[in-house]
């Protein structure tokens, strides 16, 4: 190999890395700015943040726990949960730091307190939902209506609670503006309604129009008797 054949490939080598290096920097420039987006998207809810993970269809129940590290309430659900999803009301229960709560409903003959039911009480007796809490870590573990209402005859529970995969997914969000009477900035809520459109959850102020119809419809027929 000549001194000159030598020269010429270093050259090319040096060629080589200064059209490189350019656009590796920009590569990683461009993956800092997108860590930078993500760590300042909403923090909506734990089982949100990451994605949505779908259920399964042949899923068959499983149990829920509070957050008590001794003598957990348990309860046991004979069956997936329908109408899972994200509401921002000021009722539902929500982990530390959660700006929503994530509940479903299950028929509540498929509901069953199967350990440590002592520790339950119903927080508030005025409201439709009676919502069965441990008394030591406050946790939700269901709720259930006792009095004439349309959805009575299904209980309302969180499955983040269950250490079980399957579990239908979230749906929709419910009572989104809620979240302001909570003290959530009103300045913040297209993001958090286009973090939930990224996530492919359609958001609505009350339910879901398929839910608030049926409540509807039993209200018109209630008017009829
Ligand atoms: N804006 C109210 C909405 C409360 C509300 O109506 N929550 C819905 C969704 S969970 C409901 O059906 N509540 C009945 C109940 O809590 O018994 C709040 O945030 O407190
Ligand atoms: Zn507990
Ligand atoms: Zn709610």
Known sequence: MTIRTTISKHKSTAILL?????????????????????????????????????????FAGGKLRCHCRSNPVEVTLG????????????????????????????????VEVTANGSKLHVIDENTAIQRHACKDCGVHLFGRIEKDHPFKG?????????????????????FVSSIIEQGYDASKMDEVRSQFKSLGLETYDALSPPLMDAIAGWTAQKHRL
């Open 18 to 58: 200064a059209s490189i290096i350019p656009a590796v920097i920009a590569l990683a420039r461009f993956q800092q700015q997108r860590k930078v987006q993500n760590t300042m998207a909403i923090s909506i809810h734990p089982s949100l943040d990451g994605g949505i993970t779908k259920g399964s269809a042949s």
């Open 154 to 174: 299904l209980d309302f529970v969180h499955v983040e609670l269950s250490s079980e995969k399957g579990w239908q997914e979230p749906q929709f969000a419910a």
């Open 79 to 110: 069956g997936n949960v329908l109408h899972n999803h994200a509401c921002g009301c000021s009722k539902c229960w929500k982990p530390d730091g959660a700006v929503f709560a994530i509940i479903a409903v299950i028929p509540k003959d498929q």
